[in-house]
């Protein structure tokens, strides 16, 4: 897929929004993105199995602040977001604002800083005290970048050359992953386990310095994001949708909204979704 842009105007704000999936990155990058505008409504996310890498772009200005789930503060000029585990809801500024970010899969987390991610794992971190002084060298190459369109090429450019200098994901984390990606959160650890012929304590202890969380929960983590998507793409019948997903019944499906987007699913599935985003206006 290559760049696509668009403009969007509704009760959730007004902005332009520029994004890039590249495949020669596909499962170490979501997406590349690039936001120029004016948010109205907060935004509330819920764990979906990936990180956020995020730069604000010109001069400083009020900044995007957390509300709920993490101690409330102001964003950093350049930050990145480890796993959440719980809901996290972001307050927008009161005046237009323009950002640049990643959508990391663990596996791209690891290769571009090449720390133990369960250090950022609920955490939002100054990209500065992650990555030294590169982060500001970023941030200046990016505001002189030209356009729009070359800021993200630009940034995608960037991570890029830090896979190439870190090191890549253990093979057995890699394969759990992946079969927990494939399954849909379905597949047990034991099976893994057996397949890739490492110790439980072993593979855990590894999961969580590679993925940011131990691989039952980050199963948990992707079934429920599965769940998500269904259910925000109108799926009618919820106890019909828990079995699906692998939920033994609904009040096993009720208590992981309760953890891990902070409601029902009624109400989830009613809130108002922002456009290409794991995000609900709250």
């Known amino acids: 897929m290559g760049l696509v842009s668009w403009c969007e105007e509704s009760e959730l704000g007004a902005w332009r929004q520029v994004m890039y999936r590249p495949s020669p990155l596909a499962g170490l990058v979501e997406s590349i993105w690039l936001f120029d505008g004016k948010l109205l409504r907060r935004e509330r996310y819920y764990p979906t199995g990936e990180l956020d ?4 772009l010109g001069p400083p200005s009020e900044s995007f602040r957390i509300v709920e789930g993490q101690p409330a503060g102001a964003f950093p000029p350049s930050s990145l977001a480890g796993l959440i585990v719980a809901p996290l809801v972001i307050e927008a500024p009161a005046v237009p604002s323009r950002m640049l970010g990643i959508r990391l899969r663990p596996a791209g987390a690891y290769s571009m800083i090449g720390v133990p991610l ?39 450019e960037w991570i890029a050359d830090r896979f190439a200098r870190h090191p890549s994901t253990d093979p057995g984390v890699a394969y759990a992953v992946s079969e927990i990606e494939r399954t849909g959160g379905k597949v047990s650890v034991g ?13 855990t202890s590894l999961f969580e310095e590679q993925v940011g969380v131990k691989p039952k929960l980050f199963s948990r983590i992707v079934r429920f994001r599965r769940l998500a998507a269904a259910l925000r793409t109108g799926a009618k019948s919820l106890s019909q949708t828990a079995l699906a997903h692998g939920y033994y019944d609904q009040p096993h499906m009720n208590a992981e909204f309760r953890e891990f987007a902070g409601m029902s699913p009624r109400r989830f599935a009613a809130a108002v979704p922002y456009p290409e985003s794991s995000s609900l206006a709250d």
Request: glycine share 8%; no cysteine; charged share 30%.
């Open 53 to 56: 890498l995020i730069v604000q």
């Open 191 to 203: 099976n893994i386990l057996d397949r890739i012929g490492a110790s439980p304590k072993r593979l």
């Open 118 to 156: 369960r250090e950022l794992t609920g955490a939002t971190l100054d990209l500065h005290d992650v990555i030294g002084s590169e982060a500001r060298r970023l941030a200046e190459r990016l505001d002189d970048a030209g356009s729009d369109e070359a800021s993200v090429m630009l940034l995608g």
